[in-house]
Nanobody
Framework: QVQLVESGGGLVQPGGSLRLSCTVS????????MGWYRQAPGTERELVAR???????TYVDSVKGRFTISRDNAKATVFLQMNSLKPEDTATYYC????????WGQGTQVTVSS
């Protein structure tokens, strides 16, 4: 049974940083393309960062240069380092494979506000 457990969110001021973590179980993680997604109220969920097993990464334009996705295959964990946060980054953040599975974890809330 697949489990995706996200953590690390919180309230941060504009310009601040957060590091999100997601632990994956029930899959051969090291073979998975993994992504971080986010969903703000009233919007569609969007893929913001993606990492393939060989650690090549891609980002949506709005987070390029500010967010960094990484992975630890030994711990089946994917990370999202978020720097220079902006109020428009406020959302619930989820990890999943890319393309996404039908199952989603509970997500972790990120709020950027002064």
């Amino acid at each position: 049974q697949v489990q995706l457990v996200e953590s690390g969110g919180g309230l941060v001021q504009p310009g601040g940083s957060l590091r999100l973590s997601c632990t994956v179980s029930g899959r051969l993680f090291r073979f998975d393309v993994m992504g971080w997604y986010r969903q703000a109220p009233g919007t569609e969920r969007e893929l913001v960062a993606r990492i393939i097993p060989g650690a090549v990464t891609t980002y949506v334009d709005s987070v390029k240069g500010r967010f960094t996705i990484s992975r630890d295959n030994a711990k089946a964990t994917v990370f999202l380092q978020m720097n220079s946060l902006k109020p428009e980054d406020t959302a619930t953040y989820y990890c999943n494979t890319s393309p996404a599975l039908s199952y989603w974890g509970q997500g972790t809330q990120v709020t950027v506000s002064s």
